[in-house]
């Protein structure tokens, strides 16, 4: 099934936007700051409402190459 990614600023528990995505407020990928969240839902379905202003949307690939940057993953200790 193709999804539409999107990065945004977290939301709170209670925002209306989870009830539009795939993954839960506790489950869903953060930055390792913690600051920004990943949501994703199906292509098909319209943009949920109330997204934060600075919601960048994706596609699965250009998503993946986001998370692979240094502000997703953290640094392999066995890398020299």
């Known amino acids: 099934m193709k999804r539409t ?5 977290d939301l709170p528990p209670d ?6 995505v795939a993954q839960r407020h ?3 990928r953060r ?8 949501l994703k839902w199906p292509a098909t379905s319209p943009t949920p409402d109330g ?3 600075d919601a960048v949307l994706y596609t699965h690939a250009e998503v993946l190459a986001v998370l692979a940057g240094p502000e997703w993953t953290p640094p392999d200790p066995e890398l020299p």
């Open 51 to 53: 997204l934060p202003a």
């Open 31 to 38: 930055s390792l700051d913690g600051l920004q969240v990943v």
């Open 15 to 20: 925002s209306p936007v989870w009830a539009h």
């Open 5 to 9: 990614y999107c990065i945004c600023s």
């Open 26 to 28: 506790d489950t869903a």
